[in-house]
């Protein structure tokens, strides 16, 4: 399932355009030299996953914690129906009662640290605007950390969320380079396939967590998850 992720990641990158692009343009980048300027956008991609990797690493372990609770399947299909009601529910709603609201204080302070560095020509302010910007509330990373959790495993969770970050890069990296390479028609039209593809995703974790026999879409029920001793067959103790 680690390959959902990727495939999330690319689609997701098309609202990445609207709610991140404008934070991308904005960068200090040296835009007279080439080499140095891809440098600095490679940093702001490394902030970036490495917020993905630390939230990956804190719902992985949440995952683990419910597996070895004996909630395999349960947490797969749960969390497949989650990254669909993401979609389902309506931007407006989901910015009122979002996830973030818990944390609001938290947020504020990563939107203002985020804004400090735009003023500062340095390495290190790339990295964190990337770092932060990585943190800012983003439904579709909701649903990304649903998967990181369905992986059951902390590792995994990491991979899950670092595969979601870099299928971003493309295209956040094409915002810097060619911000008018997409005409607005084209990109509006790309942006109706990202809720698809989430309930897709979605309704794959939802056959994996069924066991319905499908080979590597919906293994039977015995061989469907990893043991975490790594001496154990898979499916048996």
Same mark, same amino acid.
């Given at each position: 399932?680690?390959?959902?992720?990727?495939?999330?990641?690319?689609?997701?990158?098309?609202?990445?355009?609207?709610?991140?692009?404008?934070?991308?343009?904005?960068?200090?980048?040296?835009?007279?030299?080439?080499?140095? /300027?891809?440098?600095?956008?490679? =940093? +702001?991609?490394? &902030?970036?996953?490495?917020?993905?990797?630390?939230? @990956? %690493? #804190?719902?992985?372990?949440?995952?683990?914690?419910?597996?070895?609770?004996?909630?395999?399947?349960?947490?797969?299909?749960?969390?497949?129906?989650?990254?669909?009601?993401?979609?389902?529910?309506?931007?407006?709603?989901?910015?009122?009662?979002?996830?973030?609201?818990?944390?609001?204080?938290?947020?504020?302070?990563?939107?203002?640290?985020?804004?400090?560095?735009?003023? /500062?020509?340095?390495?290190?302010? =790339? +990295?964190?605007? &990337?770092?932060?910007?990585?943190?800012?509330?983003? @439904? %579709? #990373?909701?649903?990304?950390?649903?998967?990181?959790?369905?992986?059951?495993?902390?590792?995994?969770?990491?991979?899950?969320?670092?595969?979601?970050?870099?299928?971003?890069?493309?295209?956040?990296?094409?915002?810097?380079?060619?911000?008018?390479?997409?005409?607005?028609?084209?990109?509006?039209?790309?942006?109706?396939?990202?809720?698809?593809?989430?309930?897709?995703?979605?309704?794959?974790?939802?056959?994996?967590?069924?066991?319905? &026999?499908?080979?590597?879409?919906?293994?039977?029920?015995?061989?469907?998850?990893?043991?975490?001793?790594?001496?154990?067959?898979?499916?048996?103790?």
């Amino acid at each position: 399932m680690l390959y959902s992720a990727l495939i999330l990641g690319l689609l997701s990158s098309l609202h990445c355009i609207g709610m991140c692009g404008p934070i991308a343009m904005m960068l200090p980048l040296a835009r007279n030299n080439p080499a140095k /300027k891809a440098a600095q956008v490679l =940093l +702001y991609h490394m &902030g970036r996953l490495t917020a993905y990797c630390t939230l @990956g %690493l #804190v719902f992985g372990m949440l995952g683990k914690g419910l597996y070895l609770a004996g909630m395999q399947q349960q947490l797969s299909i749960v969390a497949g129906l989650l990254m669909i009601l993401i979609v389902l529910i309506p931007e407006k709603v989901f910015a009122r009662y979002n996830f973030s609201r818990p944390v609001y204080r938290l947020i504020s302070i990563v939107k203002s640290r985020l804004g400090q560095q735009f003023g /500062k020509k340095s390495n290190k302010a =790339l +990295y964190l605007a &990337g770092l932060f910007n990585g943190f800012l509330p983003c @439904g %579709l #990373v909701y649903a990304a950390l649903f998967g990181a959790i369905a992986m059951q495993n902390t590792a995994l969770g990491v991979a899950y969320m670092f595969l979601y970050g870099a299928g971003t890069i493309p295209m956040m990296s094409a915002v810097v380079y060619a911000s008018g390479m997409l005409s607005n028609p084209l990109r509006s039209n790309l942006y109706k396939i990202v809720p698809y593809v989430t309930v897709l995703v979605g309704m794959l974790f939802i056959m994996r967590g069924l066991g319905l &026999g499908i080979p590597f879409i919906s293994p039977a029920e015995n061989s469907l998850f990893v043991q975490s001793n790594p001496d154990c067959i898979v499916g048996h103790p």
